[in-house]
């Protein structure tokens, strides 16, 4: 894959082989010239020990990551590895301060063993993206009470334990259940980790806003409310899943009937330990409740709040941009959006974007979602995701392989209006890539299906996530790392991409792709407006309504997204301006030398990287390619 380093027995064929044959292997400037056939001894030679040197990076790298996974039994689980299965991530904080510590021995140990400057430029990019991983730890560490376990819209740990079992923790036999039940009790024990971690934020003037606290109480009495909790005729979530799983290995006869009654005792009697443990959650968020902040919930509003927001900022872009330049970006992208829609509009026949926009709301209005329309939904969901991956090959030559599907968020974790998001497969594909919809409140406009499908499916995050678990060569800790900014840049550059592969099938789809634009645009005033220059939640869901075209509950609920999550819209456009700022680059330095598939697959074969490693991956690219 491109960008990555020679994989291990390319490196042993290297050093066999003689020099100067090495020496066409080798990715030397191919400006090269040597005067004599010493010099182009001495220039193989010292190739030939670059890519020892990154052969042993990646095997110290991938001890070292091993050393990590062993700290974070729910990482093994993502990555595929049947390591821990019956445990969770320990969120403590001393387990978070091991963690630290253990990651600056790993650094001080790399710096040590290893020269970066006689690194090929694929290896310097592992070894800078490792020691910046000890600066985000650090960073992340110093304000950890500024992201207390109940306080993200996304990721609050009392919906996040549940989502991990039902949709990561895979389950093929009798060993994998009985795992996931060691899970299941696991569960009580970081809750209340959980509990204590929020009131010391409490303590320090760091509070959930009242919305996302009434949001844990109500999500939290969902988990514990239908059997075997109740007498209710509806299952609770985990014990409709463990059903579900337990008689799939039944069907085929994975399990014996002793094994799996005895499983299904056992996972009763391990979620009625549930009950006391989230009725804990729900009483700390009701003595929470009438000092819970509203209104004004933005950085500016916290202790230091300044300084935890550049730190977010600096986290989800891996840019050194202020709050300030961040605005202005924002805001002349919405000029230029608007733009760009009003003539598109024109070449309709109406009169400007607001006459269509009007045009599309009379033929689509905003309907309740039944049953019968999200299974309509559902499928031109996944017809547009098929769609997408037949119009691949005229662009990349590195394909996805791994099947893809879109469902329904899970009940516990849905709200009206909700942002669909993205998993990719796990890397042997036993865990499909999925693209997860909210499908309470109303419905948006169809025309939307086809571009959010490019952005959450393929060729966006899903295929990213697909062609990252099989990255072959590199280090295992790439194979594994997110970065905001480029993942959800690649997912947004893949959006205008789409239309070049002809995946939009009219104007209105590819309005509606610029719609989605203006909205990651606006994104960029709304942050800064809450963060940096103390803007209500009410003024930042106004501005979404008026400036970013959202309906009401879509935009109140990206807005309280924005608000616990500080900096993380931000990562969507600007990483997407620096890849086609790349790719601008390479078509002006390469001229007719440039192609789009290799292009497309350089930047997605890097896997999730920092924004800095990904320039210096283009520009090496561009110096070879000349």
């Not at 301060?97 to 290896?123: C, N």
């Not at 320090?204 to 209710?232: C, K």
């Not at 009007?358 to 299974?375: M, Q």
């Not at 709304?526 to 970013?548: C, F, L, N, P, R």
Request: aromatic fraction near 8%; charge should be neutral.
């Amino acid at each position: 894959m491109r960008g990555g380093m020679m994989g291990s027995g390319l490196v042993a064929l290297a050093l066999a082989m003689a020099p100067a044959a090495f020496l066409a292997m080798a990715p030397a400037p191919a400006a090269a010239q040597f005067s004599s056939a010493a010099e182009a001894e001495r220039a193989a030679s010292t190739a030939a020990h670059s890519f020892a040197d990154a052969e042993q990076l990646r095997i110290f790298l991938d001890k070292e990551f091993a050393q990590e996974g062993a700290q974070k039994p729910q990482l093994a689980t993502r990555l595929g590895l049947k390591q821990d299965m019956g445990k969770l991530d320990d969120i403590s904080d001393a387990a978070q301060l091991k963690l630290l510590e253990w990651r600056r021995g790993s650094v001080a140990r790399m710096k040590a063993g290893f020269d970066r400057a006689k690194l090929p430029p694929a290896a310097q990019a592992s070894y800078d993206m490792w020691a910046l991983e000890l600066e985000r730890a650090e960073t992340s560490y110093r304000f950890r009470r500024y992201q207390p376990p109940f306080y993200s819209f996304l990721y609050s740990v009392h919906a996040e334990l549940p989502n991990f079992l039902i949709n990561t923790h895979v389950v093929r036999d009798g060993d994998d259940m009985a795992a996931y039940v060691s899970r299941v009790r696991a569960i009580p024990a970081v809750l209340d980790v959980a509990i204590a971690q929020s009131k010391e934020s409490d303590a320090l003037g760091i509070r959930a806003p009242r919305f996302e606290v009434e949001r844990v109480i109500s999500g939290s009495r969902q988990m514990i409310t239908g059997a075997p909790f109740d007498a209710s005729d509806k299952d609770s979530p985990l014990w409709a899943d463990i059903k579900v799983k337990i008689g799939k290995l039944q069907a085929t006869d994975a399990l014996t009937p002793d094994r799996a009654k005895a499983l299904t005792d056992d996972a009763k009697a391990a979620l009625l330990t549930l009950k006391p443990a989230y009725q804990r959650v729900i009483a700390w968020g009701e003595a929470d409740l009438p000092k819970a902040p509203s209104g004004k919930v933005g950085a500016l509003t916290l202790p230091n709040g300044a300084a935890w927001y550049a730190a977010a900022l600096k986290l989800n872009t891996t840019t050194d941009l202020t709050p300030d330049q961040v605005n202005r970006l924002g805001l002349s992208e919405v000029t230029r959006i608007e733009a760009e829609q009003d003539r598109l509009a024109r070449s309709a026949g109406f009169r400007d974007r607001e006459a269509y926009y009007a045009e599309r709301a009379r033929l689509f209005p905003p309907t309740p979602w039944t049953d019968a329309i999200r299974a309509d939904y559902l499928r031109a969901y996944n017809a547009a995701v098929a769609r997408n991956r037949s119009l691949l090959p005229a662009f990349f030559g590195v394909l996805p392989v791994y099947k893809a599907e879109v469902v329904r968020e899970p009940s516990f974790s849905e709200v009206a209006g909700g942002a669909a998001h993205a998993a990719g497969p796990s890397p042997d594909g036993a865990r499909p890539g999925r693209v997860y919809i909210h499908m309470l409140g109303v419905t948006d406009d169809p025309a939307n299906i086809t571009d959010l499908m490019c952005h959450e499916g393929i060729p966006g995050h899903v295929m990213q996530g697909d062609i990252q678990v099989r990255q072959k060569g590199i280090p295992k800790f790439r194979s594994a790392y997110r970065y905001v900014a480029y993942g959800e840049g690649w997912a947004l550059y893949t959006e205008a991409l789409c239309k070049e592969m002809g995946a939009y099938p009219d104007v209105a789809s590819d309005f509606f792709r610029l719609d989605a634009e203006l909205f990651r645009a606006a994104r960029l005033v709304t942050d800064t407006g809450i963060h940096s220059q103390g803007w209500t939640e009410d003024q930042a869901v106004d501005y979404m309504i008026k400036t970013g075209r959202r309906p009401p509950n879509q935009a109140r609920s990206e807005v309280r997204r924005y608000i616990t999550l500080p900096g993380q819209a931000t990562g969507y456009k600007i990483g997407m301006l620096k890849i086609m700022e790349l790719r601008a680059k390479a078509q002006a330095a390469l001229g007719p030398k440039f192609d789009i598939k290799t292009y497309d697959d350089l930047v997605v074969g890097e896997g999730s990287v920092p924004l800095t490693v990904l320039e210096h991956s283009v520009d090496d690219w561009i110096a070879r390619r000349k």
